[in-house]
Structures are given as C-alpha cells and as structure tokens.
C-alpha cells in the first residue's frame, strides 16, 4: 500500500522572471519593427549559397527533406539579417 501512495512533488522555481521575458520579447519585436524585410538581393544571394551547399546531397534526400532544410536555412537567415535570436528551445 505504501508503493502505491502518491509522491508529493516540489515545484521548481520558473528559470526565468515574467518581467524579464516580457522585456525580452518586447525589445525583438522592437527589432523586428526598425528591421523591415530582407531585400531582393540578399534572398537572391542566400537562396543561391543554400542551392550551392546542397548541391552535393539533392540526389540523396527527399523533397520533403530538402524542403524543410530550406526552410530552416532561409529563416535563419531571415533572423542573421535583421538581428535576431532564434526563439526555440533547442538553442538555448
């Protein structure tokens, strides 16, 4: 009986302070706002740098796979030019 009582659980302390995430996001959208949109030829130069790396692996991947690298690389480049982090919890 006792294996199957429910364990109390201690709640963690949030990593960060709402006040500091509200300021965080605040000042990017800041960013973004002064930033604009990319122009024509920098979209042009990252999408020929991104056909010139993948070139060697077209053959090897699907299109689903291509596509979302492409994706990923024209977005991160999207952040690069504008001077943004990347908002994902896997880029801590």
């Known amino acids: 009986m006792a294996e199957t009582a429910p364990i109390a659980r201690q709640h963690a302390k949030p990593p ?4 500091d995430v509200r ?5 990017n959208a800041g960013t973004l706002k002064a ?5 024509v030829a920098e979209m042009l130069e990252a999408r ?3 056909d ?3 070139k060697p692996y077209r053959g ?3 299109s689903d796979q291509l596509g979302m690298l492409e994706k990923q690389f024209l977005e991160r ?4 030019s ?3 982090p990347r908002l994902s919890l896997f880029y801590l």
Do not use: Q, Y
């Open 23 to 27: 300021a965080f996001v605040a000042r």
């Open 77 to 80: 480049k999207l952040l690069e």
């Open 48 to 50: 020929s740098t991104l």
């Open 52 to 54: 010139l790396d993948l």
């Open 35 to 39: 930033a604009g949109h990319i122009d």
């Open 16 to 19: 960060f302070e709402v006040a």
């Open 82 to 84: 504008a001077g943004l």
């Open 60 to 62: 090897r991947m699907t």
